[in-house]
């Protein structure tokens, strides 16, 4: 009708023609011909709204056919179609995988976390080659028949081995190339993401040493000590004795090896014992000795030690190239991981947006999942005002953080493996001391230094009598200011 009143207001050039009172009937008319576009615009716009609401609402969703548990759209038919079948499989090898000997009771929770892992492999399958097929990524029957005889080699050493693996996974060969082109696909795509990662420019590579440089890069004042450990002073003293008269690296080898089968290895020589690391009167003993000079018997615990210092270290810090290599390395799998865990967050949702499940098959990675915001793993009694029956815990309404272990984020497994983040337990905390604390930072100092793992054992044992001197020592100085203040009154 609007189309017509239209053409009849032209013209034969295509103007609007002037209207006159004969042809719109006068003010009266031409309010009624207004009500009536008015009413087709408010149609038009009406219908609009109802398709955007409908759409919000799921009423838009395709239709999953008959037979299928889930529709992935956006990719070819025979991946995006989800048959019963294919779900059954997976579910039955869920079963295998949990062990069980018979299917769980329906309803059961048991049931319930076989049935969300099962729809969980088959969605996450549809998404990965689904994301194969827009990136490009192809997988040769050559490239999975190689890995397959690789995994045989590697742990199944007798084709009746290989055989009973398949009958206890219900598996067969052909599900096991679909495994096994699964796990190729998804190594491929985490390698192509991962190289267009932004490389690491200079500005962070210099920023990371200036930030780092005191800590990391500086080795703090040390000193390569000679010991002796023993429980016997006079076998410490008979020692000493032998070394007053031949301070020689022979006659230390003999000595340690007679005295000291502890420190017998290098003939007793700890190296680059570091001054921050000891407490007093130890770092006293250390540091305050001469060069060559023997320093004991000195009381430890049970124990009896005699030190001679053979070499002082200065501090030094390492210059920024003998460590840019290093630096630019590191940054580059922090940043190359981060970049990935951030795409797999876009290819989580994107899929999830893609994939529409049947009823009695949804769950929270279809696109039609209606959820009620709280904790899948909490009853349902903890969110209601008068619960029939009180719930025995429920969870916290601040969610514990928990961060991806680096390294652990793949597309089959694309929360990666969680590490939950808590405080030590108390009593481990109570039972940390100084010197505890002070050999967990020379165990992390050592750790980001160059050395032989000979001279890091070294340090090690170094630290440990170091520990065992400063408790003693703290003893002794506690019973002493005892005594003072019992003089003093």
């Known amino acids: 009708m609007g189309a017509k009143s239209g053409r009849n207001k032209r013209d034969g050039r295509g103007r609007p023609k002037k209207a006159t009172p004969s042809q719109t009937g006068g003010r009266k008319g031409g309010s009624r011909a207004a009500q009536r576009v008015g009413l087709i615009l408010f149609a038009v716009l009406f219908i609009g709204l109802f398709v955007v609401f409908a759409v919000a609402e799921g009423l838009g969703a395709p239709s999953i056919p008959a037979g299928d548990v889930a529709l992935v759209t956006g990719v070819p038919a025979e ?6 079948a294919d779900y059954e499989k997976v579910h039955e090898q869920q079963e295998a995988q949990a062990g069980l000997k018979k299917p769980p009771k329906e309803g059961s929770k048991k049931a319930e976390e076989l049935h969300k892992a099962a729809m969980g492999e088959v969605l996450n399958t549809a998404a990965i080659l689904g994301e194969a097929e827009e990136q490009g990524v192809k997988v040769t029957q050559k490239e999975i028949e190689a890995e397959i005889a690789k995994v045989k080699k590697e742990s199944f050493p007798t084709e009746k081995k290989w055989q009973e693996f398949l009958k206890e996974s219900h598996y067969t060969e052909e599900i096991v190339e679909q495994k096994v082109e699964l796990q190729i696909v998804s190594t491929k795509i985490q390698e192509k ?28 004042p040390s000193r390569d000590v000679r010991v002796v450990i023993n429980e016997n002073k006079k076998e ?22 007679k005295f000291s089968p502890t420190t017998e290895a ?38 009896y030690l005699l030190l001679e210092v053979v070499k002082d270290h200065k501090q030094s810090v390492q210059p920024l190239s003998e ?15 981060k970049y990935f865990s951030e795409w797999v967050t876009g290819f989580q949702e994107k899929w999830r947006s893609r994939s529409y499940c049947a009823s009695g098959y949804v769950i929270e990675q279809c696109a039609n999942y209606k959820g009620s915001g709280h904790p899948s793993t909490a009853a349902a009694s903890c969110y209601e005002a008068n619960p029939k029956k009180p719930p025995t815990e429920c969870p916290a309404p601040v969610a514990q953080n928990q961060p991806a272990i ?22 481990e905390a109570k039972g940390k001391g100084k010197a505890a604390e002070g050999a967990e930072e020379a165990e992390g100092a050592a750790g980001t230094e160059e050395g032989s793992a000979q001279s890091q054992a070294e340090t090690e044992a170094a630290v440990k009598a170091a520990e ?5 020592a703290a003893a002794e100085s506690g019973s002493k200011e005892k005594g003072s203040s019992e003089k003093g009154e």
């Open 79 to 84: 991946i995006g179609h989800i048959s019963k």
């Open 468 to 472: 065992e001197a400063a408790a003693e």
């Open 236 to 257: 410490v003293e008979e020692a000493q004795k032998a070394l007053e008269a031949d301070n020689s690296e022979a006659s230390w080898k003999k000595v340690t090896k």
């Open 266 to 303: 290098n003939a007793g020589l700890q190296k680059e014992i570091s001054e921050e690391l000891l407490t007093e009167p130890l770092k006293k003993d250390i540091f305050g000795a001469k060069i060559g000079e023997l320093v004991g018997p000195v009381k430890q615990e049970k124990s």
């Open 323 to 337: 460590v840019k290599t290093t630096i630019s390395t590191q940054l580059t799998q922090e940043k190359q991981q």
């Open 193 to 220: 993401i991962t190289n267009e990662t932004p490389p690491v420019s200079e500005a962070e590579i210099e920023e990371y040493y200036e930030r780092e440089k005191a800590t990391q890069y500086t080795k703090k």
């Open 406 to 427: 680096p390294g652990s984020v793949t597309l089959a497994k694309p929360e990666g493996e969680r590490l939950v983040q808590r405080p030590h337990p108390e009593a």
